[in-house]
């Protein structure tokens, strides 16, 4: 099995637990989708507010769930001990994962996406 197949396994694990219908966009910080589960065409009207310096595209995003049409979202911060990544699970069952380097990578990812979904799992009623 690949990294990108793994990731997947892992991304659809997650989406599996929020509950159906979740969308799982996993980015880097320039706003680019490494990876879609289910692969759908990318939001619109969140590849407009999530771009170029990492903190800004938080700021972004925070406001753009905040004063947008997306309402309550839920922030979960991950870190390993090299890497932060930060996931934002909307009400409308987007889960946002941002990649901290911009030579976020497949393996990488995979690293850091484990222990997010063992967070998740601690927090999703069985």
């Known amino acids: 099995m690949s990294s990108k197949e793994e990731l997947k396994a ?11 219908g979740t969308t799982v966009i996993f980015m880097n910080p320039d706003g680019l989708p490494i990876l879609c589960v289910p692969e759908t065409p990318f939001p619109n009207e969140l590849s407009r507010v999530i771009g170029g310096f990492l903190g800004e595209a938080i700021s972004n995003i925070r406001n753009f769930l905040e004063f947008g049409n997306l ?3 839920e922030e979960l911060t991950i870190r390993t001990s090299n890497y932060i990544i930060t996931a934002y699970l909307m009400r409308n069952g987007i889960l946002l994962l941002l990649m901290p380097q911009k030579t976020a990578n497949i393996g990488l990812a995979r690293l850091v996406v484990l222990p997010l979904l063992h967070k998740i799992n601690s927090m999703v009623k069985p």
């Open 10 to 20: 892992v991304l659809n694990t997650i989406a599996d637990k929020i509950g159906s």
């Open 71 to 73: 309402g309550k979202y």
